[in-house]
């Protein structure tokens, strides 16, 4: 019985929030800290919190989960890791497909899940008048479970939500503080997407010989392009369409930032609200990092066309669903092709290199047609399907549970006696 | 936030569906191959694809799981079998009873279970404008999920699914081709009631003595009905009600046809929309197998009250939800009492032929008062409950778990030493 | 899709209740032995079921869970304990707390579980037509799970429909009578959050040191409060707000008459509505309980401030969604500032007194304002908490496990040598 959002709750929400206005203004280097434990990452904020180190630390765990859920010995293994734990599910912005992925990870980990998708399905406003803060909520939920995956439109709420567990904490009685990962909030930050992201690049770079073929992958690729390295660094990214309303796109580039040797390339309609960001563009200017703003697929760098240069193509949906009126005219005049792969596009790119798009894609403007799905540069599916691995991973993390999978990994390899397998 | 199913949407459905037409017109002998894999069903699509043989197997298999489903250790047993497989529910078309029992089925045999209830709150139309096509929804689930079970208003929409997932199989490149099951597709097929329903029938005639008695059940009835046997075949089926519009009466009789020496009466308004379709009346006609059409509950046949000649009579609701003005007129000048059970008719009735119902009944309608509950003929609550074990039967046949269920069934009984209680 | 709700729809269950009529206004003690099988509760409808010496078997249990849940291996074992069952959560009344907390509990315990939420999305009245008898989707229920969890807007339902479980079992087929646990019906009874309340003031009564003093932390209040014992008995029990509209009140003050030497404080507007039900106050007259009724938390009893006196502050939440207009007007007209608590006033309490509260609260109107949260007095949090523990006890019970759970607990602690954290 969905409920008119009462404005009274609106206003509570931003009343509570705005308590945690000084801390969500500080710098970020400053945040993240809090946002860590013992060493390892509590709760899930932003993607600036991935470093480096922690990247490549949890693309292995999510090798070794991607090698156990391929049989089902291993599946059985993966579900006893965390099985002492519940999460719960707070997605009050819809997302089907965020949604099914971490409820699928939770599963393969043995960890139970509720969810509450509705905000007006709680007592938040259900019969419109019970009232409760969204802050009862979410302590309610640190009552009965041991995770929140969360997702929301309104922008910082997971931030702040992590404030209020760590600041729960110091106060001197007895309560929980339990982990905070955001699935998606406002049209900010998305990490567990750049983390699925990053980790497609990391496996798709790697080259790995799938058949059985006189040379290795990458030395015959080294053929047709012998500056190709085996990594994510030494690589120029494209990204194309609504580069200025998805978070996924602003995530991902802050992940390829920390890595060697990579430049940009930004393609987009030429008006503010759909190009990258002024705070990113100035990032990638203050780190040196090679990157430029066209405006067609088509267009050439240096005379030579765009499509022939870059080593990954990461592609967007316009988010129609934000524009106003005045967006309406500027599509109206613009030729939205320019943002629109075809087969003839796809056969300009490089033969390895893959295209990304983080789904669900727009069936009725066509950015990627159906027809390129079998091109085997095609990479969006598995990168879905990646997306299991690798959040996965990250729970593994936060729970401390690495070793555990490590040794489960160990185990069931030598069980088996299928090493070869495993090929990390 | 049930939004508008926007036309744009259902659109795309069958623009999308339009490419699988020549496919959905072959014959069904070319179809049901296609929906095999190594000798088992891969796909279930249509009550059809299930064989005499096949039939046989799967209620020794449900008489397996019934069992063991009877103790603690027998569940934990079966909660075993399959916990290393994940099942998406996609039911856009409502359905809670349909719904209840897959889901518990999947919990018994330790089955993760995710759900998709309403496309209206997928990608497909979320916000009214994401636009995701309906197959990459369904490629979506086959990326995080082993299984689909779907129920939906769109007929032949199961069967595009079962295409698209062999097809994607086909491409060169490493895809998941999951089993598709259809819980209910458009006014055609309900593969799994008619597989239930078929269970509870040759349960029911098996005429086991569940109490101990001086003489054996079967052989005390042949008192009263010399030519009674205890099988499927050699009976009279009655099915009463909305003939036309409901889906089950035609899966089940699909399934009948392949048992010997049957015969069927159709007992419904003399309207064409709640007759038998022509379709399958033909296909009768063509098998040679015996059947009448009446009007009512009293008629006679041969000078003898119908309900004094059937074996098991199949009652259904009046689905007046799809009826339009001429319908609602046609009821208004028709005597509906014809098609309603009383404890007068019930009377009349053998003393073992059991009466079945797909349920929902009807409280208002009433075409079976609660008075009958209590009749020792009243099987339709234990046709509910055998939904689970035929169910199960499915999947683990689908699964390759069949030797294991075995197994699993072997050494309980061996452990309890109960064998006496395993009556199969 | 939600529907309006047909007046069929409601016709139907009014109807089919009233043939429970006779038994529903039986005398209690004529109840619940029906709810009761081989000395342990079957069904759980009314919180008179829970006697004295039941309450402390409950909570024995209960610490003995809270116990296990504190780590990973005791929360296997405690997942061990009932994973043989599938509970179905029937929540036809909005209620995101209790439910989130059986589910929890549920999954804690091993339990599946399966919920209908909104009895339009049933066949109840699914495309408003298919007028399924609620009883009917009872019984399917008890088809498919072990377990019915059920809350209903509808007075009597829960005991109307173990009366049906019963019903069924007398008849002599075989059928199952599986229980009926009332998790909120009507404005009347709610017996399992007067459970947890109980359970949560026995746990804080008990005085436990649970940081290292010089001297037991019931020596040290006694300094104080010399006449201070370390049980639910012999303590003044205070409830404040809407007395009469909250079901929760009504059901703890039931559990607490059980004990002895306990009197009571009622703090409400003086209106018939807001006040304690009649039927509850001639109770306590006839069973010789002293108790006041006062208008204001800052009234005085024998020139005493009130809050000096009690041992325990029961708060409760305005359901202003129920007032009709003359209830807005007499709103207008009453301070209810009186109903409030604030830091000043929680300053006055004795200094181990308890300030519980089943939840929401209300953030607009403020019955507990945040800044009391920090409190040690504050123990709602801890309330919320304790639901888990004391509802798994009731599960534990109910089927027949308390020895499984002795057994699991006695296994845990003397496998990790760690007996002295085990106070129970």
């Keep these: 019985m969905p409920a008119e959002k009462s404005p009274d709750t609106e206003d509570i929400s931003v009343r509570e929030m705005s308590e945690y206005r000084p801390l969500l203004h500080r710098p970020v280097r400053k945040k993240i800290i809090e946002f860590e434990r013992d060493g390892r990452l509590k709760h899930v904020i932003l993607a600036t919190q991935f470093t480096r180190h922690l990247l490549d630390e949890l693309c292995d765990l ?5 090698e156990l859920a391929s049989d089902p010995e291993g599946r059985r293994k993966l579900s006893k890791l965390l099985c002492h734990l ?10 089907t497909r965020t949604f099914l992925s971490f409820s699928a990870v ?28 969204r802050f009862d909520s979410i302590r309610m939920f640190s009552s009965y479970f041991d995770l929140i995956i969360m997702r929301s439109k309104a922008p910082d709420l997971a931030e702040c939500c992590a404030y209020l567990m760590n600041e729960l904490e110091n106060q ?14 406002g049209a900010d930050q998305h990490p567990t997407q750049a983390l699925l992201d990053l980790y497609t690049i990391r496996r ?17 690729l080294g053929d047709s392009y012998p500056h190709l390295t085996a990594d994510v660094s030494n690589k120029t990214y494209a990204f194309c369409g609504d580069l200025g309303r998805g978070r ?7 992940l390829l930032m920390k890595y060697d040797h990579v430049s940009m390339v930004f393609i987009s309609p030429s008006h503010p609200k759909f190009q990258l960001g002024e705070d990113l563009i100035s990032r990638l200017r203050d780190r040196g990092i090679p990157f430029e703003e ?23 949906r316009i988010q129609q669903e934000h524009n106003n009126q005045e967006d309406d005219e500027f599509f109206a005049s613009t030729d939205m092709t320019n943002y629109r792969l075809t ?23 066509g950015e990627i047609p159906t027809a390129i799905d079998s091109n085997p540069r095609a990479m969006y599916f598995h990168q879905a399907r990646n997306g299991l691995w690798a959040r996965a991973a990250l729970l593994v993390h936060i729970f401390n549970a690495d070793r555990a999978l490590t040794q489960a990994y160990r185990e069931h390899y030598a069980d088996s006696h299928d090493f070869n397998r495993a090929v990390l």
């Design 106 to 133: 939770c599963r393969l980990l043995g960890i139970g899940t509720e969810q509450v998708r509705d905000s007006t399905v709680s007592s938040e406003s259900s019969e419109g008048v019970k009232r409760e803060s």
């Design 248 to 254: 996924t796109v602003r995530s991902l580039v802050e």
């Design 204 to 220: 798709t770079f790697r080259f790995v010989d799938e058949k059985r073929t006189s040379r290795p992958r990458l030395e015959m």
């Design 62 to 66: 999510a090798d070794m989960v991607r």
């Design 86 to 95: 519940q999460a719960m599910m707070y997605f009050t912005q819809p997302s």
């Design 172 to 185: 001197d009685f007895n309560t929980r503080n339990i982990p905070i990962i955001n699935a998606g909030s």
């Design 294 to 316: 066209i405006d067609s697929l088509d267009a050439c760098l240096d005379g030579i066309p765009i499509l022939h240069q870059v080593d990954c193509l990461y592609m967007t």
């Design 343 to 365: 087969p003839e596009r796809v056969d300009q790119m490089r033969s390895y290199a893959p295209i990304l798009h983080p789904f669900p894609r727009d069936s009725v403007a």
